[in-house]
């Protein structure tokens, strides 16, 4: 994969206008855009067309967690769409990740349709052990996204969403071929925002990372095209 392959820019404006105005300035350095639930539930589905329009890919961050039909019919509809990525969350459990598996696979199928990756998130990075505990969930935070993340694998999932502190031991338990895709992504005394767990870009590709989600890191940056281009850079040393 280029580096251009592994970086995923994440689409957090609110606005259709500003959206469009990222695709066209990042296209030539970025390859797939993430349109998060502001934006689709805005504008749906033709922000995801417009992106597409511009010869980019969309990573469909909907976080889809319901019963099984609802969430294999919601990946049906993002794979017509033509999305490269979408996500589920594991703790909607097996039954619902293989659902959406076949269901996308059939479509695929009858339709002639290039499959996205469909990847899991396992436990939000907005909680913590004592969130987890509130929930009844006796396990550590990292025993349970190992644990689930291994759920996700078995239950035919592509790939994790994950913080860097995430990917060894992910790689370890569900194989180099398991898809880990990395937010949180700092340069080294950066601001971190209200991301708990980050990492520069070499960082989490050095760790196994095959994708990395940036958002603010370019956004903010007063010359974005350069703020891309350096974390190119750092992708390519690997
Ligand atoms: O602006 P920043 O680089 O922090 O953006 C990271 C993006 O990755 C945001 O769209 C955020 O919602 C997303 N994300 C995350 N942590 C996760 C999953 C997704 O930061 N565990």
């Known amino acids: 994969m280029l580096p251009k392959d592994r970086l995923i820019f994440a689409l957090d ?3 259709l206008k500003e959206a469009e105005e990222w695709v066209l300035r990042l296209k030539d350095y970025v390859q797939t855009f993430k349109v998060g639930k502001e934006l689709f539930t805005g504008y749906g589905p033709k922000v995801v067309e417009k992106i597409l329009n511009y010869g980019a890919n969309v990573f469909l961050d909907l976080k889809f967690h319901d019963i099984p039909t609802t969430v294999a019919k919601a990946g049906v509809q993002a794979t017509k769409l ?9 703790l909607g459990g097996k039954e619902m990740m293989l659902r959406v598996i076949e269901d996308v696979k059939n479509v695929c ?3 002639n349709l290039e499959s996205p990756l469909i990847v899991a998130v396992t436990i939000l ?3 913590g052990d004592k969130e987890l505990k509130e929930l009844g969930i006796t396990r550590s935070l990292s025993d349970e996204v190992i644990y689930l993340a291994k759920l996700a694998k078995d239950s035919g999932l592509d790939g994790v ?9 992910i790689k370890n338990k569900c194989g180099r071929g398991f898809k880990v895709i990395t937010p949180g992504i700092r340069a080294k005394d950066a601001p971190v925002d209200d991301q708990k767990r980050t990492s520069t870009a070499s960082e989490a590709i050095s760790l196994g990372a095959d994708f990395i989600v940036v958002g603010r ?12 281009r350096g974390i190119l850079e750092e992708i390519e040393k690997f």
């Open 161 to 169: 969403v994950c913080s860097s502190k995430e990917i060894v031991l």
């Open 217 to 228: 890191p370019i956004r903010s940056a007063k010359d974005p095209i350069k703020a891309v």
């Open 82 to 90: 033509g999305v490269s990525i979408f996500n589920v969350h594991a």
């Open 13 to 15: 404006v609110d606005s």
């Open 109 to 111: 199928i009858k339709d």
């Open 125 to 127: 990075t907005s909680l």
